[in-house]
C-alpha cells in the first residue's frame, strides 16, 4: 500500500479548482502542491495562501497551461479547471506526459474529443478521474445503497428533476459562459453531465435509447420590455423591482456570491464599483436581450439494459435535484424538494408496509454546496490513484465517457425530435458522420 503524499499540480485555478485544493491542504499527509497555472497572478495567490505553511514556498507558479506543461512531468497528478472549452488540449498533453487527471466536468467541449481523450487514456494506462462529485455525497451514495440492496426489488423505472434555479441560470445559462451553446455545450452536458453519470452509476445499468424536447421558453426576446436599455445598471426603476436585475449583485448577498464566481473585484468591494464592472460585463445584461441559446427547460425519455425506462427533466424554474426510483418490492424518493418540505430528504416505501424516512448526515452546505460531494471526492481521490484496488464509488473514464454520450445524444434528439439509439450515435460521431 503506497502512503507518499499524492502531489499536485492545478491548471486553471478558478473558484472550482481553488474549492478542491483548499481541501486537499487539509490532508497535507495525502497531498502536496507542487505547481499551479493560470493567468490571473491573483486566484494562484490565493491557492498558495491556502497551503500549509511549509509547503508555500516550493509552489512554481506559471501564466499558462503551455508554460507549465512545457516543464515535463511536475507532479503525480495535474487538475484541470480551466473553461469548458479548454478541457481537450491541455488534458490531451498531460496525458502525453504522464500524469494521472483530476478533470473538471466536462471532460470535453465536443464528445469526439471526450472519446479521443477517454482512449488516450486507455492507451497510456493513466487515471482521469471527471469531477462527478454527486458520486460522493452520502446522499446518493445512500441511494445508491438502497437500490443494489435489493429492497426496492427489480427497478423498473424511474423519475429524476433537477432544478437549476432560476437566477443561477440568468447568470451562468443565460448572462454567463454557458450561455452559448457553440461557446461552451449543450446544457445537457454543462450542466447535467452529473445526472447523467450518477443515474447509471445508482440503478448500475447503461443506457441505450433516448428522446428529448425542450426549448428556450421565458430568456428571449418575447419578454423584454419595450424601450428598456440592454443594460440593467442604466434602468432608472427601483433594484429589485425585476427579479432578474444585475443590480442585485450589489444589492442582494445571494446574488454577490455569484458574482464573486466570475468577478476579481475584492469582497469589500463598494456598489458603485461593482456597477461600474456590470457596466462593460456581460453580466450587467438585461436576460431578456442575451444571446442566449441553452434551453431553459429539457425533458428526456430514457431505456436502459434490461428494459428499464425513466425520465429526467432539467429546468430552470425549480430549485434542487430530486428522484424518485420505483421497483416491484418498494419505492424510493428523495432530494431537495423533499428534504424541504417533508416529510424528509429520503423515504423508501414498501409496496404493502410503512413508509421508512432516513436520516442522512451531510457535511458543508447541504444540496446547495454540492451536497458533501467536493469532501467526498478528494477524500477519495487519493485512494483512486495510490490504491485503487481498496476503495470503490470513484468513476473510470468510461464511465464517464458514457454520461457524455447520454448528454449529447440527448441534445441530437431534441434538434431531430428521432429516438436515438446511443451505440450507433457514438458510432456516427467517431466516424464524423455527426458532428458533436
Known amino acids: ?233 442604466e434602468w432608472t426603476t427601483e433594484p429589485g423591482e425585476d427579479p432578474y436585475d444585475a443590480r442585485k449583485y450589489a444589492k442582494d448577498e445571494q446574488s454577490r456570491r455569484w458574482l464573486k464566481m466570475v468577478c476579481d473585484l475584492p469582497d469589500e468591494a463598494t456598489e458603485e464599483e461593482i456597477y461600474a464592472w456590470l457596466k462593460e460585463s456581460p453580466w450587467g445584461r438585461d436576460v431578456f436581450s442575451c444571446d442566449n441559446d441553452q434551453p431553459d427547460h429539457q425533458v428526456m425519455a430514457m431505456k436502459f439494459s434490461g428494459g428499464l425506462t425513466g425520465t429526467f427533466t432539467v429546468t430552470a424554474f425549480d430549485e434542487g435535484r430530486h428522484i424518485e426510483i420505483y421497483g416491484t418490492k418498494g419505492r424510493l424518493r428523495g432530494g431537495h424538494f423533499y428534504e424541504k418540505h417533508g416529510p424528509g430528504e429520503l423515504m423508501v416505501t414498501d409496496h404493502f408496509g410503512e413508509m421508512e424516512v432516513i436520516k442522512i448526515d451531510t457535511p458543508g452546505e447541504g444540496y446547495e454546496g454540492h451536497g458533501g460531494g467536493d469532501f467526498g471526492l478528494i477524500d477519495s481521490l487519493y485512494d483512486q490513484i495510490r490504491n485503487p484496488d481498496e476503495t470503490a464509488g470513484g468513476s473510470s473514464i468510461v464511465d464517464s465517457v458514457h454520461s457524455h454520450v447520454i448528454a449529447f445524444a440527448s441534445e441530437h434528439a431534441r434538434r431531430t425530435e428521432k429516438v436515438v439509439r446511443l451505440n450507433d450515435f457514438e458510432a456516427a460521431v467517431l466516424s464524423g458522420e455527426l458532428r458533436y
Open 1 to 233: 500500500m503506497d502512503s507518499k503524499p499524492l502531489t499536485l499540480a492545478a491548471i486553471g485555478c478558478g473558484s472550482r479548482v481553488r474549492t478542491y485544493l483548499k481541501l486537499a491542504a487539509e490532508r497535507p499527509d495525502r497531498y502536496q502542491v507542487v505547481a499551479v497555472a493560470d493567468p490571473v497572478e491573483t486566484r494562484m495567490r490565493q491557492v498558495i495562501e491556502n497551503a500549509p505553511q511549509n509547503q508555500r514556498a516550493g509552489i512554481q507558479c506559471f501564466a499558462s497551461a503551455d508554460d507549465l506543461l512545457d516543464q515535463g512531468k511536475l507532479a503525480d497528478l495535474v487538475i484541470i479547471g480551466t473553461q469548458d472549452s479548454y478541457h481537450y488540449a491541455p488534458c490531451r498533453r498531460a496525458l502525453e506526459l504522464g500524469y494521472d487527471v483530476l478533470l473538471e466536468k466536462p471532460i470535453a467541449k465536443t464528445l469526439k474529443e471526450a472519446l479521443e481523450l477517454r482512449d488516450l487514456a486507455l492507451k497510456h494506462d493513466c487515471k482521469v478521474v471527471v469531477c462527478h462529485v454527486l458520486r460522493y455525497t452520502p446522499f446518493y451514495r445512500k441511494v445508491r445503497e438502497i437500490v443494489q440492496s435489493g429492497r426496492l426489488g427489480e427497478v423498473v423505472s424511474f423519475a429524476a428533476n433537477e432544478g437549476v434555479g432560476a437566477w443561477h441560470f440568468a447568470h451562468s445559462f443565460v448572462r454567463g459562459h454557458w450561455g452559448i451553446m457553440a461557446a461552451s455545450t449543450p446544457m445537457m452536458v454543462a450542466k447535467c453531465c452529473h445526472d447523467m453519470d450518477i443515474i447509471p452509476w445508482i440503478l448500475d445499468r447503461s443506457a441505450e435509447s433516448l428522446s428529448s424536447f425542450g426549448g428556450v421558453s421565458f430568456f428571449n426576446e418575447e419578454h423584454r420590455v419595450e424601450g428598456r436599455s440592454t443594460k440593467c445598471v
